[in-house]
């Protein structure tokens, strides 16, 4: 190994360890409580250091919010995949969303509601964005209905999970009837 190739190694191994920090930081205290000096404490290098690689929070926001968006898009094709017929496969989109907002409310929150310098629906807009939006897609292109562009009914029903998730955790929805809400949410707005 070239000492160029050891020094990107090294460099992209930096870089990991402030995202995975400031995520696992934000998830246990918030994100207030990410800043560049306790990322700089935690991950034992100098401020300097950690400015090499992002310029402030609002970039490291946004790289957890891209990360995070790799994982959704994952998580959700995984659930569809295992999923037999349109409503089965349109429930379990939801429930692995609303299970993902759940399980990792940081980085939801980075992904949606932090300004992590991102661009949506945007030519610029980068590829774990798209990535994470076509997945939605992918399994909603089938019960958008006739005459209904998929890309337009997956905004619908994406804003409607993202309400939904967001409602909820904020103890503005009773968690009791998230399953009635999910199922209500398919059958109402799904052509199946």
């Given at each position: ?172 929805l009773p968690a009791g009837d998230a399953e009635a ?12």
């Open positions: 190994m070239s000492l160029q190739e050891r020094k990107e190694r090294e460099r992209a191994g930096r870089e990991r360890l402030i995202v995975t920090t400031a995520r696992e930081l934000a998830e246990q205290q918030g994100w207030d409580a990410v800043t560049t000096r306790r990322l700089a404490e935690r991950i034992e290098y100098s401020q300097p250091v950690l400015y090499s690689h992002f310029r402030g929070k609002r970039e490291i926001i946004g790289a957890v919010a891209l990360e995070g968006a790799a994982e959704l898009a994952a998580s959700l094709r995984a659930a569809v995949s295992v999923a037999d017929g349109a409503r089965a496969r349109v429930i379990a989109l939801a429930r692995a969303y609303l299970g993902f907002a759940v399980s990792n409310p940081a980085v939801y929150d980075a992904m949606f509601q932090l300004d992590g310098g991102l661009a949506f629906a945007r030519e610029d807009t980068p590829e774990p964005l798209k990535d994470a939006f076509a997945a939605l897609m992918e399994c909603l292109e089938e019960v958008a209905g006739d005459g209904v562009h998929p890309g337009l009914f997956t905004e619908v029903f994406w804003a409607a999970l993202h309400g939904l998730a967001t409602l909820t955790r904020e103890g503005r809400r999910t199922e209500l949410l398919v059958d109402r707005l799904a052509v199946l």
